[in-house]
């Protein structure tokens, strides 16, 4: 997950709230985000998400609407 991205989600109440990781890629799928979310995102529910790779994400609007 890119450091950016880190240092914005750092320092927020995250009590009572979701997360549903939504990625797109070339290749390393969610990686290690779900974990990482589940230690930056003290409180919340990190439930599982859904990669996308990039070059079918064009095609994947029944996929999406599935996980939703």
């Not at 990781?21 to 985000?33: D, K, R």
């Not at 529910?45 to 994947?60: D, F, L, M, Q, R």
């Amino acid at each position: 997950m890119p450091e950016e991205l880190f240092t914005a989600l750092k320092g927020i109440d995250y009590t009572g709230k979701t997360i549903r990781p939504f990625v797109t890629h070339e290749g390393s799928g969610l990686s290690n985000i779900p974990n990482q979310l589940k230690d930056i995102c003290t409180g919340a529910k990190v439930e599982s998400g859904i990669a996308i790779t990039g070059s079918v994400v064009n095609s994947a609007r029944d996929k999406i609407e599935n996980w939703i």
